[in-house]
C-alpha cells in the first residue's frame, strides 16, 4: 500500500519586482550567500585566488573561540608580548600598540584584532596559543581544511604581506558562516565601534571599529575589513534583519568608499530580492503519518535539522513540500527510525530531500487487538 501526503506551500508573490538579471557589483570578486539556507544568491568569480589581507583575522579568532569553547583557553589568560609582536605596535600598522613584556588578557587581544584590526595583537595570541606564528599558522591551515575551504592557505595570523596567505571569497564566506554559527555569543564582538586598551607608559587608546557598515542604518553586525596594495579593498560583511542573515564577501574594490558602497549594495540586492522560507524546525514535530497495529494511530515525524530555502521574488514560482512513505507504516516503530522522506521541489525541480524520523516509539498491540484491527480492515477498509 502506498500512500503519499502533500503539503503544498504557495508562495506568491503579490508585488512587483524589477528584474535585476544584469545585477554586478564593482569588485574583482564576489558572493552573496544566504545564510540559514546556505543558497548563493550571486556570485562573481569566486573561486578566484586573492590575498585575504586583514580578513585573514577571522580565521585567528575562530582557533581562539574553538580554544574557549573547548575549555582548553581563557577569556582571562594572559599571553606575554615578545618584541615580534611590539615591532608591528608602530604608526603605519593596524596596531593595538602592546609592549615588550606586557601581559595581556586573551579578551583584550581578541578585541585588539576584531576591533582595531591589531597585526601586534595577531602575533601575540598566536605565539599565545602555538609557541610561535609559524606553528598557529599551521593550524590556522589545518581548520580552514577541515571547514572545506579548499583554496586557503594561511602562512601568519594577521594577513599582512605574504605571497603564501591566500584564499577565495567563498571560502572566507565559509569561515565567516561558520564563526557566526558556532561562536554566536564571541560573534557580538564584531559588531563592536570601538576599543579602549589602557596601555603601557601612556594614555589609553581608543580606536573605532574599521567596518564602515557598522555605522550605516542597515543592522550590520560584522565582520572584518581588509587592505593591501596588491589587493586593494576587501570586505567580508554580514546582516540581520527581520529573521533573516545574509553573508557578503567582495575583494578588489576600488576604494573605500567603494567597499562600503558596494557591501552595502551587495546585502540590499539580498534583502530585497530574495524570501526565506522555514520549511522545518530541527527535532520538532512536523507532521503526523499513520500507523498500522500501533498502540497510537499515527506518529510525529521530524527532521534533524532546521530546513530553509531562499525564493527569489521576481520569479513569482511555486514551492512544494511532500511527505512520502509506504504507510501506513507498521508497528513496532523505533524512536529516532526513518519512516518516510520530505522532499522539497521549486519550479518544478526537486531542490531537496531529507529524512523523516519517528518523533517517539509506537509499540504494537497485542495480539486480540491485531485480530480485532484486522477484521475492521477486511470488512470496513478502515485501519
Known amino acids: 500500500m502506498f500512500k503519499k501526503l502533500n503539503l503544498i506551500i504557495l508562495i506568491f508573490i503579490l508585488f512587483a519586482s524589477k528584474s535585476f538579471a544584469n545585477f554586478d557589483v564593482k569588485a574583482k570578486t564576489a558572493i552573496i550567500q544566504d545564510y540559514h539556507s546556505g543558497e548563493i544568491l550571486f556570485e562573481k568569480e569566486a573561486d578566484l585566488s586573492i590575498y585575504p589581507a586583514s580578513m585573514t583575522k577571522i580565521m585567528t579568532s575562530i582557533i581562539a573561540f574553538d580554544l574557549i569553547k573547548s575549555g582548553d583557553l581563557s577569556m582571562d589568560e594572559k599571553f606575554i608580548i615578545s618584541e615580534k609582536a611590539w615591532r608591528l605596535s608602530t604608526a603605519g600598522y593596524s596596531s593595538m600598540f602592546i609592549m615588550v613584556g606586557d601581559e595581556v588578557s586573551v ?15 595577531c602575533i601575540a595570541l598566536a605565539e599565545g596559543i602555538a609557541g610561535t606564528e609559524e606553528e598557529f599558522s599551521i593550524l590556522m591551515t589545518a581548520k580552514a581544511k577541515e571547514l572545506g575551504m579548499d583554496n586557503t592557505n594561511f602562512s601568519n595570523s ?5 605571497p603564501d596567505n591566500n584564499s577565495t571569497v567563498r571560502d572566507i564566506m565559509i569561515m565567516s558562516r561558520y ?6 555569543e564571541f560573534y557580538k564582538m564584531f559588531a563592536e565601534k570601538e576599543f579602549t586598551w589602557d596601555r603601557t607608559g601612556g594614555d589609553p587608546i581608543t580606536q573605532g571599529n574599521r567596518n564602515p557598515l557598522l555605522y550605516k542604518n542597515l543592522g550590520a553586525d560584522g565582520i572584518k575589513t581588509g587592505y593591501l596594495a596588491v589587493e586593494k579593498y576587501s570586505l567580508a560583511s554580514s546582516i540581520e534583519r527581520n529573521g533573516r542573515r545574509l553573508i557578503a564577501v567582495g575583494s578588489g574594490f576600488n576604494s573605500k568608499n567603494a567597499r ?5 549594495k551587495m546585502l540590499t540586492y539580498g534583502l530585497t530580492n530574495f524570501d526565506l522560507v522555514k520549511i522545518t524546525e530541527s527535532n520538532k514535530p512536523f507532521q503526523k503519518i499513520d500507523v498500522w497495529l500501533g498502540k497510537e494511530d499515527t506518529v510525529d515525524v521530524y527532521t534533524q535539522e532546521d530546513i530553509y530555502k531562499t525564493i527569489k521574488k521576481a520569479k513569482k514560482k511555486l514551492l ?9 507504516i507498521e508497528a513496532p ?28 516509539e509506537i509499540k504494537k498491540v497485542n495480539f486480540f487487538s491485531r485480530l480485532l484491527k484486522s477484521l475492521n480492515y477486511l470488512i470496513w477498509g478502515d485501519v
Open 179 to 184: 564563526l557566526i554559527k558556532e561562536h554566536p
Open 107 to 121: 579578551e583584550n587581544l581578541l578585541k585588539g584584532i576584531i576591533i582595531a584590526s591589531g597585526n601586534d595583537a
Open 333 to 360: 516503530i523505533n524512536k529516532d527510525q526513518k519512516v518516510a522522506t520530505l522532499k522539497v521541489v521549486y519550479d518544478q525541480e526537486l531542490v531537496g530531500e531529507y529524512d523523516l524520523l519517528a518523533l517517539k
Open 320 to 328: 512544494k513540500v511532500s511527505v512520502n512513505y509506504d504507510g501506513p
Open 260 to 264: 562600503s558602497k558596494e557591501s552595502t
Open 158 to 162: 594577521s594577513g599582512i604581506n605574504h
